[in-house]
């Protein structure tokens, strides 16, 4: 009799052995962080010393005008420049440069001579020194000109700055003495002291980049093992082959998970061993790095892999829900490289040390380990928050395994790809619908605007209320013919559930929270313009009481615009684009038809969370309630404080729970689904 | 009377379709099969074949009707089912990296195999199915006849009352083909019960106890070759197979 814990450990081995025996595999993972970050800082080194030791011995050449400074000074400027040697000094009459140079416009505007020194310096040297009399006597100057382009004139002007700043500063302390009888100076030291340890300087450095290099590595070394362990086997039938013999599929799952846990933390302890050991080694540094050795407390380290190992476990875990839904190699690759994209944005907070941990990031997936790896590195991390991250980080990776434990679905994996005949369909369909979106974009600026000029009110709600559902009857219709699926289907009109839509409202304050800061942070570089922020609405719909602005505003867009948008334009293109295309899509499609520059980026964000809120649920209604609550907020918040309340952003945590966790693994692409209950 | 080592009652099994529609696989299907005797399942491509055999392996479950396995319900108890049951097809697939004798052995630790016992079970089979020249090698390397070979054993590795094969010999060339034929025969003579799902009419001519036609997901008929001779009037199978099916056509339509 074979027992869950001996299969466990067969399956467990034979993974193992299957990917410690391909070569690529174990380089990537293993080989390459080992000899990588070594190399890689070494590298950096050399070429850096290299850099600066080959500029620092070439010779310079400078062509030198010193007819104008005071008689006395000639002669020291003449030996300041010598000191920058290995240098070549010309004495040159620099009359010709200097013609028509004013000192109203300043050095730098003075367009003709700079032109005119450019020519000069095209002669070979790579400055030109010229003295000048100042603005007001007996002041005088010295200008350098210099080609910024060339690294050779960059090292000529650091020297020749560093040997003349030296000049100027003793001709300063010459006439302080001249005219006071001492240094007016005196009595002030600037002192500043350093109060971080060696190890919280090593550690607060580290901690900024380490983040982002172990989800880089967990996604490079654990993807590999994903991918082999879960499409692969799908895709060579050796899954097919498992799931016929005597093995629960759970323990099957998790004898696949704890192999690519496994890679993958090996992998982020040999690649973090080596860049600590590099950097403890003095191979290099980390850019932003203090002066001094580094050190690092062996405590924190240990520490700091403890806080994020429920980020490596939900990675993981992730990784093999996508690699799961692929039914070969390469769709898993499509499908992990979006998710590797976005999987690092959560962990660049911690690249600033101004990112402050507080009790929501702390919840936030990935953000809340790499800020507490960060903090613990550096010796401020608050142990209650620590905790809490701790507790948040194994909640979402236990919700992430108990999904997980759900993907070898027997019925979804041995199901085949659509035959030619399908694919032209779905082709043609998704052609169409994006005709059709073009189509209302144009409909709407057109025939809308023109509605919404002869009345704002009645123009709009004839807007949404004929012109977009009469829209999306034709699309869908055009789907539906194409495709041969019913109408219902193509615009998702099936009841959904309940936890779906409650997910749903729940998540609206956190996309108007979202909404705010992206409109804010984009007023930095597309400010909208005045005569827009006093004139947001319409007079006659501002005019509209509460309840009709709500039915107007918030209501109708959502059931209309969701219509079109989430249901026939995305039921035509779901079936033929990848989920990644479908958002772009749909993010372009639902922005432009905002007729608004300003409110472009907005509302296309919006456009793809509703997409993949439908893709989610397959259902239209989540949507629908998501828009709804949305525009309700935006409208309701100014009249009702409460309801702006940045707080209510937390709601988004239970709420991406119940939509990530609550129901089945969303299914996209073209698999079939099975059913096996009677239908 | 002993127990039917393979049996279906009112299998049904529905699946819905991308296009939103339904697509009934089987409607209804009625099969025994007896211990020692070959049963070979003929139909077009659709017809409801591999369906068939994939319930009976556990990998689909039915939307109606049950199947057993050597008595055990393939949807009461799937685990019990796959003990004693060999399952072979086109997509059972081989792990690359290892070798015919690891692979052995790492099914036979899922089948619950002790060491010693597992060990002497992967000898034998390495001896009997002629792989001691290759059972080192990774299967990766290995030519589609000795995958073959590997992919037989490897299903007969705990000695299972039933085998349940899906098209064996798509793909493998003459010779191949005739030893995975050779090795059905000598199934059925150690007295296990076969069920053969297969396009080669001759092979199913060859080896079959008892045909059955599955056209639409339903059985049209069942019994040995001169009994679906004797009731279609033709002689050759592949004669007799197009006249169950246009006939059960003219009646659907």
Redesign the interface.
């Given at each position: 009799?074979?027992?869950p814990g001996?299969?466990f450990r067969?399956?467990f081995?034979?993974q193992v052995?299957?990917l410690l025996?391909?070569r690529r595999a174990l380089v990537a993972a293993f080989v390459l962080p080992v000899l990588l970050y070594p190399l890689l800082f070494l590298g950096q080194k050399f070429i850096e010393d290299y850099s600066s030791g080959a500029l620092e011995s070439r010779t310079i050449r400078v062509a030198l005008d010193v007819s104008r400074a005071p008689e006395d000074m000639r002669q020291r400027v003449r030996a300041a420049v010598e000191k920058c040697a290995p240098i070549e000094v010309l004495e040159v009459d620099a009359a010709l440069v200097l013609e028509g140079f004013e000192w109203r416009f300043g050095p730098e505007r003075n367009i003709a001579s700079n032109a005119r020194a450019a020519a000069r310096l095209a002669e070979g040297q790579e400055a030109l020194i010229a003295a000048l009399p100042g603005e007001r006597a007996p002041s005088w100057s010295l200008l350098t000109w210099f080609d910024g382009t060339n690294d050779l004139g960059i090292e000529a002007e650091r020297r020749l700055r560093a040997a003349l700043h030296e000049l100027e500063e003793a001709v300063a302390d010459e006439r302080h003495l001249a005219l006071l009888g001492y240094d007016p100076a005196r009595g002030l030291a600037l002192s500043p002291i350093d109060v971080a340890s060696p190890a919280d300087a090593s550690g607060s450095n580290l901690g900024r980049w380490l983040p982002l290099l172990a989800i880089f590595v967990l996604l490079g070394g654990a993807s590999h093992a994903a991918l082999t362990a879960f499409a692969g086997?799908r895709e060579?039938?050796?899954l097919?082959?498992?799931?016929?013999?005597?093995?629960?599929a759970v323990v099957v799952v998790a004898a696949k998970f704890a192999t690519v846990l496994s890679v993958g933390v090996f992998t982020l302890m040999l690649n973090a061993g080596s860049v600590i050991g590099s950097l403890a080694l003095g191979f290099g540094t980390l850019p932003g790095a203090s002066e001094g050795a580094f050190a690092l407390d062996a405590t924190r380290v240990m520490l700091g892999a403890l806080a994020f190992f429920p980020a490596a476990v939900l990675v993981c875990a992730v990784l093999c829900l996508v690699c799961g839904r692929a039914r070969t190699v390469r769709e898993g690759q499509n499908l992990l490289l979006p998710m590797m994209l976005v999987a690092i944005v959560p962990t660049l907070p911690a690249l600033s040390s101004d990112v402050r941990l507080d009790a929501f990031l702390a919840a936030v997936p990935l953000t809340g380990p790499s800020l507490v790896l960060r903090d613990v590195l550096r010796g401020s991390a608050s142990p209650a928050l620590a905790v809490w991250m701790f507790v948040a980080s194994t909640a979402w990776a236990a919700l992430a395994l108990f999904q997980l434990a759900r993907t070898l679905d027997?019925?979804r994996?041995?199901q085949h790809a659509?035959n030619e005949d399908?694919a032209r369909d779905r082709r043609l369909a998704s052609r169409g619908a994006l005709r059709w979106a073009l189509v209302v974009v144009f409909a709407v600026y057109m025939v809308g605007g023109w509605l919404q000029s002869l009345h704002a009110v009645w123009g709009l709600a004839a807007t949404l209320w004929i012109l977009l559902p009469l829209s999306a009857w034709a699309s869908a219709r055009s789907t539906s013919r194409r495709?041969?699926?019913?109408l219902?289907?193509?615009l998702a009109w099936r009841a959904p559930r309940v936890a779906h839509v409650f997910a749903a409202i729940l998540a609206a304050p956190a996309v108007a929270w979202a909404a705010k800061h992206v409109f804010a942070w984009q007023q930095g570089f597309l400010p909208l313009p005045r005569e827009f922020e006093s004139m947001a609405l319409p007079l006659e719909i501002a005019g509209l009481g509460i309840v009709a602005q709500v039915l107007l505003l918030a209501l109708s867009p959502a059931i209309c615009e969701e219509l079109f948008f989430r249901g026939a334009f995305l039921g035509g293109i779901r079936?033929e684009m990848s989920t990644w295309k479908i958002l772009v899509a749909q993010a372009f499609f639902f922005g432009a038809v905002h007729a608004s520059l300003h409110r472009f980026l907005p509302t296309a964000l919006l456009g793809a969370l509703l997409a993949a809120l439908t893709l989610r649920t397959r259902s239209l209604a989540p949507a629908i309630a998501l828009h709804a609550a949305y525009n309700a907020l935006l409208i309701l918040g100014e009249r009702a404080p409460l309801l702006a309340d940045p707080r209510l952003a937390w709601l988004a945590l239970p709420a991406a729970a119940l939509l990530v966790f609550q129901g089945p693994v969303a299914e996209t692409g073209?698999?079939?689904?099975?059913?096996?209950?009677?239908? | 009377m002993s127990a039917a080592a393979i049996r279906a009652r009112g299998l049904e099994k529905t699946y819905v379709d991308p296009r939103g529609g339904r697509v009934e696989a089987l409607r209804g299907l009625d099969l025994e099969c007896s211990s020692g005797e070959i049963f070979g399942l003929l139909g077009q491509n659709g017809a409801g074949k591999t369906t068939t055999l994939r319930i009976l392996s556990t990998t689909l479950s039915p939307t109606a009707g049950s199947a057993e396995v050597d008595g055990v319900d393939v949807a009461r108890d799937p685990i019990e089912a796959r003990r004693r049951l060999g399952f072979l097809s086109g997509t059972t697939g081989l792990y690359p990296r290892l070798s015919p004798r690891e692979t052995l052995a790492f099914f036979g630790r899922l089948h619950g195999f002790e060491k010693d016992e597992l060990d002497a079970r992967v000898e034998e089979l390495v001896r009997a199915f002629a792989m001691e020249e290759f059972a080192d090698r990774r299967c990766e390397g290995l030519s589609t006849g000795q995958r073959q070979r590997v992919s037989i054993a490897r299903a007969v590795l705990h000695d299972p009352p039933v085998l349940v094969l899906d098209e064996p010999t798509t793909g493998l060339d003459v010779l191949a083909s005739s030893a995975m034929i050779d090795f059905i025969e000598s199934a059925r003579a150690g007295g296990t019960c076969v069920l053969l799902s297969t396009h080669v009419l001759s092979e199913a001519e060859r080896l079959c106890d008892r045909i059955g036609i599955l056209h639409g997901g339903r059985l049209l008929a069942c019994g040995p070759l001169d009994e679906l001779r004797e009731k279609t009037g033709k002689v050759w199978l592949e004669d007799v197979f197009k006249e169950l099916v246009q006939h059960a056509r003219e009646t659907t339509r």
């Open positions: 009799m074979s027992r001996a299969c067969a399956i081995g034979a052995r299957n025996r391909d086997e060579a039938g050796t097919e082959t498992l799931l016929v013999h005597p093995v629960p027997s019925e994996l041995v659509p399908e495709s041969g699926e019913s219902a289907s193509v079936r073209t698999a079939a689904r099975p059913v096996s209950r009677k239908v | -």
